[in-house]
Protein backbone atom coordinates (compact mmCIF):
# COMPACT_ATOMS: atom_id res chain seq x y z
CA UNK A 1 0.00 0.00 0.00
CA UNK A 2 2.92 2.60 0.84
CA UNK A 3 4.15 1.58 -2.82
CA UNK A 4 0.50 2.69 -4.18
CA UNK A 5 0.82 5.74 -2.32
CA UNK A 6 3.45 6.78 -3.28
CA UNK A 7 3.24 6.26 -6.96
CA UNK A 8 0.07 8.08 -6.79
CA UNK A 9 -0.35 10.80 -9.21
CA UNK A 10 -3.52 12.68 -6.71
CA UNK A 11 -1.65 14.31 -3.52
CA UNK A 12 -2.26 12.52 -0.60
CA UNK A 13 -1.82 13.72 2.75
CA UNK A 14 -2.54 12.16 6.52
CA UNK A 15 -3.18 15.17 9.41
CA UNK A 16 -4.33 14.60 12.68
CA UNK A 17 -5.40 17.52 14.89
CA UNK A 18 -4.00 20.24 12.57
CA UNK A 19 -0.68 18.62 12.47
CA UNK A 20 0.70 16.94 8.61
CA UNK A 21 1.92 13.38 9.56
CA UNK A 22 2.11 11.94 6.46
CA UNK A 23 2.67 13.55 2.83
CA UNK A 24 3.32 11.45 -0.36
CA UNK A 25 6.49 12.31 -3.28
CA UNK A 26 3.55 13.86 -5.43
CA UNK A 27 2.29 16.49 -2.55
CA UNK A 28 6.02 17.24 -2.15
CA UNK A 29 5.63 18.34 -5.84
CA UNK A 30 2.52 19.45 -5.64
CA UNK A 31 3.35 22.11 -2.13
CA UNK A 32 6.74 22.70 -4.27
CA UNK A 33 9.16 21.26 -1.55
CA UNK A 34 12.68 18.91 -2.21
CA UNK A 35 10.92 16.31 0.09
CA UNK A 36 7.81 15.15 2.15
CA UNK A 37 10.17 15.68 4.99
CA UNK A 38 9.56 19.04 5.21
CA UNK A 39 5.80 19.11 5.27
CA UNK A 40 6.04 16.66 8.36
CA UNK A 41 4.91 18.73 11.64
CA UNK A 42 3.32 21.59 9.68
CA UNK A 43 -0.12 23.11 10.35
CA UNK A 44 -2.36 21.72 7.69
CA UNK A 45 -3.73 25.43 7.49
CA UNK A 46 -0.95 26.90 6.14
CA UNK A 47 -1.55 25.41 3.24
CA UNK A 48 -5.10 26.10 2.63
CA UNK A 49 -5.72 29.33 0.73
CA UNK A 50 -7.57 31.70 3.17
CA UNK A 51 -10.66 32.14 1.42
CA UNK A 52 -11.37 28.40 2.28
CA UNK A 53 -9.69 28.17 5.26
CA UNK A 54 -13.48 28.17 6.82
CA UNK A 55 -14.57 25.02 4.69
CA UNK A 56 -11.49 22.99 5.71
CA UNK A 57 -12.14 23.76 9.38
CA UNK A 58 -15.47 22.17 8.92
CA UNK A 59 -14.25 19.36 7.05
CA UNK A 60 -11.89 18.42 9.70
CA UNK A 61 -14.59 18.88 12.53
CA UNK A 62 -17.09 16.10 10.33
CA UNK A 63 -13.62 13.69 9.49
CA UNK A 64 -11.93 13.65 12.50
CA UNK A 65 -14.62 14.09 15.36
CA UNK A 66 -17.83 13.19 13.48
CA UNK A 67 -16.07 10.24 11.42
CA UNK A 68 -17.63 11.36 7.96
CA UNK A 69 -16.59 11.51 4.57
CA UNK A 70 -16.23 14.52 2.74
CA UNK A 71 -17.45 14.80 -0.67
CA UNK A 72 -15.43 15.97 -3.56
CA UNK A 73 -15.13 19.91 -3.76
CA UNK A 74 -13.00 22.51 -5.71
CA UNK A 75 -10.67 24.59 -3.40
CA UNK A 76 -7.17 26.46 -3.23
CA UNK A 77 -3.90 25.01 -1.84
CA UNK A 78 -0.71 27.64 -1.23
CA UNK A 79 2.72 26.33 -2.19
CA UNK A 80 5.67 27.35 -0.38
CA UNK A 81 6.36 29.98 -3.09
CA UNK A 82 2.83 31.73 -2.06
CA UNK A 83 1.28 30.49 -5.28
CA UNK A 84 -2.43 29.74 -5.13
CA UNK A 85 -2.79 26.08 -7.05
CA UNK A 86 -6.65 24.68 -7.89
CA UNK A 87 -7.48 21.33 -6.55
CA UNK A 88 -10.15 19.06 -6.32
CA UNK A 89 -10.52 17.05 -2.61
CA UNK A 90 -11.90 14.78 -0.70
CA UNK A 91 -11.27 13.87 2.81
CA UNK A 92 -11.89 10.69 4.85
CA UNK A 93 -11.37 9.36 8.45
CA UNK A 94 -8.69 6.61 8.68
CA UNK A 95 -6.77 5.34 11.53
CA UNK A 96 -2.98 5.78 11.36
CA UNK A 97 -0.48 4.89 13.65
CA UNK A 98 -3.41 3.73 15.81
CA UNK A 99 -4.89 7.00 15.91
CA UNK A 100 -7.89 8.62 14.27
CA UNK A 101 -7.00 10.87 11.25
CA UNK A 102 -7.93 12.66 8.46
CA UNK A 103 -6.82 11.30 4.83
CA UNK A 104 -7.16 13.97 2.39
CA UNK A 105 -6.72 12.86 -1.62
CA UNK A 106 -6.53 15.81 -4.00
CA UNK A 107 -6.08 16.34 -7.65
CA UNK A 108 -3.80 19.71 -9.09
CA UNK A 109 -6.93 21.11 -11.75
CA UNK A 110 -4.72 24.18 -12.31
CA UNK A 111 -4.53 22.94 -16.48
CA UNK A 112 -8.28 22.57 -16.59
CA UNK A 113 -9.54 25.66 -14.70
CA UNK A 114 -7.11 27.74 -16.80
CA UNK A 115 -9.21 25.91 -20.24
CA UNK A 116 -12.28 26.58 -18.86
CA UNK A 117 -11.54 30.27 -18.41
CA UNK A 118 -10.50 30.30 -22.05
CA UNK A 119 -13.53 29.09 -23.10
CA UNK A 120 -15.80 31.08 -21.28
CA UNK A 121 -13.63 34.00 -22.54
CA UNK A 122 -14.18 32.37 -25.94
CA UNK A 123 -18.05 31.94 -25.29
CA UNK A 124 -18.05 35.61 -23.70
CA UNK A 125 -16.52 37.40 -26.86
CA UNK A 126 -17.80 35.45 -29.82
CA UNK A 127 -19.33 37.27 -32.95
CA UNK A 128 -21.26 33.94 -33.38
CA UNK A 129 -24.32 33.14 -31.19
CA UNK A 130 -23.79 30.25 -28.78
CA UNK A 131 -25.40 28.38 -26.62
CA UNK A 132 -25.94 25.29 -24.18
CA UNK A 133 -29.53 23.48 -24.07
CA UNK A 134 -31.11 20.35 -22.96
CA UNK A 135 -33.08 18.06 -24.25
CA UNK A 136 -35.78 18.84 -22.38
CA UNK A 137 -36.12 22.65 -24.46
CA UNK A 138 -34.66 25.04 -22.47
CA UNK A 139 -31.32 26.95 -22.65
CA UNK A 140 -29.01 26.73 -20.14
CA UNK A 141 -26.96 29.10 -21.09
CA UNK A 142 -26.04 31.52 -24.08
CA UNK A 143 -23.87 34.24 -25.09
CA UNK A 144 -24.07 38.23 -25.63
CA UNK A 145 -24.64 37.87 -29.07
CA UNK A 146 -27.33 35.82 -28.49
CA UNK A 147 -28.66 38.14 -26.32
CA UNK A 148 -27.95 40.97 -28.90
CA UNK A 149 -29.44 39.42 -31.89
CA UNK A 150 -32.53 38.28 -30.61
CA UNK A 151 -33.30 41.73 -27.97
CA UNK A 152 -34.09 39.42 -24.92
CA UNK A 153 -31.91 39.13 -21.72
CA UNK A 154 -30.68 35.92 -20.80
CA UNK A 155 -32.79 35.57 -18.09
CA UNK A 156 -35.48 35.59 -20.61
CA UNK A 157 -34.35 33.48 -23.12
CA UNK A 158 -33.68 30.98 -20.14
CA UNK A 159 -36.94 31.20 -18.39
CA UNK A 160 -39.08 30.10 -21.30
CA UNK A 161 -38.73 26.53 -23.56
CA UNK A 162 -36.37 27.64 -26.85
CA UNK A 163 -38.98 26.53 -28.83
CA UNK A 164 -41.18 29.43 -28.51
CA UNK A 165 -38.34 32.02 -29.70
CA UNK A 166 -38.70 29.98 -32.71
CA UNK A 167 -41.06 31.03 -35.85
CA UNK A 168 -44.17 28.83 -35.73
CA UNK A 169 -43.53 27.64 -39.13
CA UNK A 170 -39.90 26.25 -38.37
CA UNK A 171 -41.20 24.85 -34.98
CA UNK A 172 -41.78 20.93 -36.08
CA UNK A 173 -38.22 21.00 -38.29
CA UNK A 174 -36.30 22.54 -35.16
CA UNK A 175 -37.69 20.15 -32.96
CA UNK A 176 -36.67 16.92 -35.29
CA UNK A 177 -33.37 18.20 -35.19
CA UNK A 178 -33.11 18.38 -31.89
CA UNK A 179 -34.87 15.05 -31.19
CA UNK A 180 -32.46 13.69 -33.73
CA UNK A 181 -29.24 14.75 -31.49
CA UNK A 182 -31.44 12.88 -28.83
CA UNK A 183 -31.21 9.67 -30.07
CA UNK A 184 -27.70 9.50 -31.03
CA UNK A 185 -27.35 12.06 -34.36
CA UNK A 186 -23.68 13.21 -34.02
CA UNK A 187 -24.08 17.11 -35.76
CA UNK A 188 -27.27 18.47 -36.85
CA UNK A 189 -26.99 21.73 -39.54
CA UNK A 190 -30.24 23.19 -40.16
CA UNK A 191 -32.01 27.15 -40.37
CA UNK A 192 -34.57 28.07 -38.97
CA UNK A 193 -36.60 31.86 -38.24
CA UNK A 194 -36.40 32.91 -34.81
CA UNK A 195 -38.72 35.91 -33.57
CA UNK A 196 -36.79 38.77 -31.98
CA UNK A 197 -38.53 40.59 -29.07
CA UNK A 198 -39.48 43.59 -31.34
CA UNK A 199 -41.22 41.24 -33.18
CA UNK A 200 -39.41 40.60 -36.12
CA UNK A 201 -37.69 37.82 -37.49
CA UNK A 202 -34.17 36.49 -38.34
CA UNK A 203 -32.86 33.50 -40.26
CA UNK A 204 -30.12 31.50 -38.27
CA UNK A 205 -28.16 28.60 -39.47
CA UNK A 206 -27.27 26.39 -37.18
CA UNK A 207 -24.89 23.52 -36.38
CA UNK A 208 -25.44 21.37 -33.13
CA UNK A 209 -23.63 18.57 -31.39
CA UNK A 210 -24.87 16.80 -28.25
CA UNK A 211 -22.90 17.07 -25.34
CA UNK A 212 -20.31 14.12 -23.67
CA UNK A 213 -21.97 14.05 -20.44
CA UNK A 214 -25.60 14.82 -19.13
CA UNK A 215 -28.56 15.36 -21.61
CA UNK A 216 -26.96 18.70 -22.98
CA UNK A 217 -26.42 20.19 -26.71
CA UNK A 218 -24.25 22.57 -27.39
CA UNK A 219 -25.21 24.77 -30.70
CA UNK A 220 -23.62 27.67 -32.48
CA UNK A 221 -25.24 29.47 -34.93
CA UNK A 222 -24.83 32.44 -37.70
CA UNK A 223 -27.18 35.42 -38.65
CA UNK A 224 -28.08 34.86 -42.33
CA UNK A 225 -30.95 37.14 -42.79
CA UNK A 226 -29.27 39.04 -45.39
CA UNK A 227 -28.16 36.14 -47.20
CA UNK A 228 -31.74 34.45 -46.93
CA UNK A 229 -32.89 37.96 -48.03
CA UNK A 230 -30.41 37.76 -51.33
CA UNK A 231 -31.92 34.52 -51.91
CA UNK A 232 -35.25 35.62 -51.98
CA UNK A 233 -34.94 38.37 -54.25
CA UNK A 234 -32.94 36.19 -57.11
CA UNK A 235 -35.80 33.75 -56.98
CA UNK A 236 -38.34 37.11 -57.40
CA UNK A 237 -36.90 38.13 -60.23
CA UNK A 238 -36.30 34.97 -61.72
CA UNK A 239 -39.90 34.24 -61.87
CA UNK A 240 -40.54 38.03 -63.29
CA UNK A 241 -38.19 36.65 -66.06
Known amino acids: YRRLVELSPDTIIVHRGGE ?5 TAGAELFGVASP ?28 EKGERTDLIQEKFLRFDGRAVDVEVVTTPITYRGQVATLVVARDITGRKRAEEERDHLFEFSLDLLCVADVDG ?5 NPAFE ?15 IEFVHPEDRAATMSEVEG ?36 IYATARDVTERKRDEEELRRREAIL
Not at 20 to 24: D, Q, S
Not at 138 to 142: A, G, I, L, P, W
Open 20 to 24: VLFVN
Open 37 to 64: EELIGKAVMDFIHPDYREIAGARIVRTQ
Open 138 to 142: YFKRV
Open 148 to 162: ETLGYSSGELLAKPF
Open 181 to 216: LGRGARTAYFENRYLRKDGSQVWLAWKAVPGVEEDL
